[in-house]
């Protein structure tokens, strides 16, 4: 079992930063990659970054794209979400998950992950 605790999230006016935290417990070692999610009200949940445990392989949206960065620090099992620029629309709850086959070609898909955070509120007002 992997345990994943989300923090940093909150109200931010638009052009504000965030950036959230992952902090990850249990068998780390069966992280591959990192996701990152969003589900705003009434829409579905919807694929923002991932990140291999490697660091090697980074995939961001292309709707935070240019925004967002997504990076972790493997001695601290701590996964980060760096959210520059942000907007109205960036509004949702935001989710770590953890992605623990090697294949890379399911990470845009939320079925596909095994271990979820709780979520956290990111808010941004116009």
């Known amino acids: 079992q992997v345990q994943l605790v989300e923090s940093g999230g909150g109200l931010v006016q638009a052009g504000g930063s965030l950036r959230l935290s992952c902090a990850a417990s249990?068998?780390?070692?069966?992280?591959?990659?990192m996701g990152w999610f969003r589900q705003a009200p009434g829409k579905e949940r919807e694929f923002v970054a991932a990140?291999?445990?490697?660091?090697?392989?980074?995939y961001i949206a292309n709707s935070v794209s240019g925004r967002f960065t997504t990076s972790g620090d493997n001695a601290k099992n701590t996964w980060y979400l760096q959210m520059n620029s942000l907007k109205p629309e960036d509004t949702a709850v935001y989710y770590c998950?953890?992605?623990?086959?090697?294949?890379?070609?399911?990470?845009?898909?939320?079925?596909?992950?095994?271990?979820w955070g709780q979520g956290t509120q990111v808010t941004v007002s116009s």
């Open positions: 998950a953890a992605y623990t086959d090697v294949n890379w070609a399911g990470v845009m898909e939320s079925q596909k992950y095994d271990y």
């Open positions: 249990g068998r780390t070692f069966s992280i591959y990659t």
């Open positions: 990140n291999s445990r490697s660091g090697s392989s980074i």
